[in-house]
């Protein structure tokens, strides 16, 4: 029973399109994250919600939006795909005062 | 200058030996401390949490945090191949702060 559950795993798009990635929780968690994850492993914050509540929005791209329907649930759809997007994307999750729990990751790889 | 700083590696050691990993910090409000074990190809996952400076001990696993010198560590006892994985530092300010990552240190345990 997956706790962090990303879809899709692997995704490869061309440069200009949109794609949405989800991420879904059943921890019970009350924050959920995106972080980006370059060629060298450096792992960023991009984004954190906090009860469906944004709460930290790094220096990212406005082509990056991230939506969280619910407290389970934060979805990141990007538009205009560019080469230097590829990445590895990690949602995680935590409780208010512990340390976060990762999914597996979504491969983007922008040709 | 990063605000977490750690040697990317790799380092390889034979079963049985006692590896040391390191991460210092210029960041002197962080006081939450973890390490994240990530295997190829998967999400992070977090191994050990401390509050503050000491140590804390977890099977073969100890960490030590001193703040006075900004910097903190990760003892694994007796490793095994199993352990061949890229250790992360990480570490944040306050409960609901965001968690800023070292750039990970690549372990190889050989037989």
């Known amino acids: 029973d997956t706790a962090v559950s990303q879809t899709p795993k692997y995704l490869v798009t061309q440069m200009g399109n949109d794609k949405s990635i989800k991420c879904e929780q059943n921890?019970?968690?009350?924050?959920m994250y995106w972080y980006k994850q370059d060629s060298k492993k450096f792992l960023k914050i991009m984004f954190s919600?906090?009860?469906?509540?944004?709460?930290i929005n790094e220096t990212v791209p406005n082509r990056f939006s991230p939506k969280s329907p619910d407290k389970a649930h934060l979805n990141l759809h990007i538009n205009s795909l560019e080469l230097g997007d590829s990445a590895v994307y990690f949602c995680?999750?935590?409780?208010?005062?512990?340390?976060?729990?990762f999914g597996s990751g979504t491969r983007l790889t922008v040709v | 200058q990063k605000e977490v700083e750690q040697d990317p590696g790799p380092l390889s050691v034979p079963e049985g030996a006692i590896v040391s990993l390191n991460c210092t910090y210029s960041?002197?409000?962080?006081?939450?401390f973890m390490w994240y074990r990530q295997y190829s190809r998967k999400g992070p996952e977090l191994l050990m949490y401390?509050?503050?400076?000491g140590n804390k001990e977890d099977g073969r696993f100890t960490a030590q945090v001193d703040k006075s010198s900004k910097y903190i560590s990760l003892f694994i006892r007796d490793s095994q191949p199993s352990d061949s994985a890229t250790y992360l530092c990480?570490?944040?300010?306050?409960?609901?702060?965001?968690?800023?990552f070292g750039t990970g240190t690549r372990l190889q345990v050989t037989l």
């Open positions: 401390t509050y503050s400076s």
């Open positions: 990480a570490m944040k300010a306050g409960t609901a702060s965001k968690l800023t």
């Open positions: 995680a999750s935590s409780p208010t005062d512990y340390g976060y729990t």
């Open positions: 960041n002197s409000a962080f006081q939450y």
């Open positions: 919600y906090n009860n469906k509540e944004l709460i």
């Open positions: 921890l019970g968690h009350d924050t």
